[in-house]
């Protein structure tokens, strides 16, 4: 059902300060900082050549990485994003093998304009798992 990994994901206490790590410090090709209001996140995109690294930060009051942040204040891995052909019928897979989809099980649309969903860390290994559909 999963295909290639699309991202890995790092939640980052200060946007700026991460991207110039990755610009600077690791030589990376960094984008600019898109804001998500419908997850709560302001993310940074950086290209490598066999996938991509998601920046995330949190946007607004109740954003749902600020306790993954308060719990590690440095940042921290948050989830892992993998590539699917069609988000529904790997959700009705999914739920019917016992997994959880977090939220109302209905894909939103993520940072690559493309459906996703995210999969219950406990379900997982204690890995976060964002479905994105290509
Ligand atoms: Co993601």
Request: hydrophobic share 40%; glycine share 12%.
């Amino acid at each position: 059902m999963i295909g290639r990994l699309n991202h890995v994901a790092i939640a980052v206490p200060d946007l700026g300060a991460a991207s110039d790590l990755y610009r600077g410090t690791l030589g990376a090709s960094v984008g600019p900082p898109q804001d998500e209001p419908d997850h709560g996140v302001t993310v940074v995109f950086i290209e490598l050549p066999n996938t991509k690294i998601e920046l995330l930060t949190p946007l607004g009051t109740d954003s749902p990485i600020a306790g993954f942040l308060a719990k590690n204040p440095s940042g921290g891995i948050h989830h892992i994003c993998y590539e699917v052909d069609d988000i529904i019928a790997a959700r009705d897979q999914l739920l019917a093998n016992g997994a959880r989809v977090l939220g109302s099980g209905e894909p939103k649309i993520g940072a690559h304009k493309k459906p996703v969903l995210f999969l219950h860390p406990k379900d997982f290994n204690g890995t976060l798992i964002e479905l994105e559909q290509t």
